[in-house]
């Protein structure tokens, strides 16, 4: 789940990509406030986000989930990337 702020009633609105809604040719997000269109995309679009949404679950690693279960303290708080090398 996402916030936007509904532009006409400056509301804050939790959405998520299922709930779009088909109006004609385009699928739109509308406020559950106010009823306007936060905004709205076509079929193509639509489904060029869900496969990012999709790749970026499969294949970014979930950092904030991996910290947690590590043990920290025997990190170093400082990270070193050794002497910066000058090219010819």
């Known amino acids: 789940m ?6 006409t009633c400056d509301q804050d609105v939790q959405w998520d990509m299922n709930d779009l809604q ?26 060029m986000i869900l496969v990012g949404i999709r790749l970026t679950e499969e294949y970014v690693p979930d950092i904030i989930h991996a910290y947690h279960n590590e043990d920290v303290k025997k990190l170093p708080s400082r990270v070193w990337f050794g002497e910066i090398k000058k090219s010819k």
Do not use: H, N, Q, Y
């Open 22 to 47: 088909k109006l004609k040719a385009r699928w739109v997000m509308v406020c559950e406030k106010c009823g306007d269109s936060l905004f709205s995309v076509s079929e193509e679009e639509k489904e």
């Open 2 to 7: 996402k916030t936007i702020a509904c532009p």
